[in-house]
């Protein structure tokens, strides 16, 4: 295996996609010219809830390349798991010059942490690559830099949707927040509560949370005196399901709506099946042949039905991976494709598996779906 492509494989969690050609440098033993496309996660190895970013990675690859008509071949390189540090990742792919684009970070925080590596900014741009976040939802991330784009709804999006659901479906107008001490937990409690008390709600309580530090069981009782109509939990299915577990222990019902990064609640369907979250794409609510088709060839892979990861993860892939084809392994003509898409005189819009994508000035995808899911159904 070349160096280069051992210093490559960093971390498991966040998706790098990498191009070579002969002219370049071989990317393989034998020499042959080759595309790959590099998967690492910038989170702790130990995060559990990421493999499915990998599946839905591994699965654009390879149907990339049974697209292709010649050329480069594409493929799937993770990481190894024991790099977490989302700075140094970015900076190792970043400064290979096989890389042509990123699927990463999952999350808000770490994203925001290496988008400064990816557009090289000390340097001026000389050596910058495209990110394309999967599930970034952070309103900090919009219009970050040119380099940047997401495919995901941003938290402002979610939490207005979110509002009108507790308001007008659950007809809750006292509400609980209780959020991850990050970025993601804090911009999204903060637009959640900004957006509800809109609607004439009243937010009883916003505290954060640190995970493996905060007790359940005395915050359920505190829950128990506040009694609000509904509980807000941008944090993660770990956390939730601790929180849900010690509210069952002193008889606390009140409904739990988690964000986004709580999808994971889906495998505990039968513990809490009255739990809710907010999702972007649900396997069981699909309706387009796109998706339709990524479903099918996702269960037949994988024996098993795709999450929102998956699939997000799956559109930024091939969103990269077709570009390269396109346009070659220059990464400002593939960041110039992408930025184009659903722009007047650029490309036209793509139908991704979790809804249509089209960016707008500031690198976020618009018009995308947010739904409240309960678990199971």
Known sequence: MPAILRRARLDAGFVALLACSASIVSCSTQGAAESEIGIAVALDPHRQGMQTIYNGVELAVKQLNAQRNGGAALRMIKGAPDVSDPIRIADT????????????????????????????????????????????????????????????????????TMAR???????????????RNDAYGRDWSRSFSDAFRAGKGTIVERDPYVAGVTQWDA?????????????????????????????????????LIGGDATSGLEAYAK?????????????????????????AAYEAAYKEEPDQRAALAYDAAMLIGRAAIEVGPDRSKIRDYIESIGRPGGKPAVMGVAGPITFDEKHDAVNKSVMVAQVGR
């Open 219 to 255: 915050y359920a009782m505190y829950l128990k005196k506040l009694n609000p109509d509904v509980l807000l939990f941008p944090g993660s299915t770990e956390d939730a399901v601790l929180a849900l577990r010690a509210m069952r222990a002193v008889n606390v019902s009140t409904p």
């Open 271 to 295: 513990e809490f099946p009255t739990a809710r979250y907010v999702a972007f794409f649900l396997a069981r609510r699909a309706r387009s042949p796109e998706a339709k088709a990524f479903i």
């Open 93 to 160: 792919f970043r400064d290979d010059k096989r890389v042509v684009g990123v699927v990463g970070h999952p999350e808000s925080g770490t994203t925001l942490e290496a988008i400064g590596e990816y557009a090289d900014t000390k340097n001026g741009g000389r050596n910058a690559v495209v990110a394309i976040s999967p599930t970034g939802t952070s309103p900090a991330l919009s219009g970050a830099n040119r380099w940047l784009f997401r495919v995901c709804p941003s938290d402002e999006q979610t939490s207005q």
């Open 165 to 179: 659901y507790v308001l007008d479906s659950l007809h809750a107008t006292r509400a609980s927040v209780i959020y």
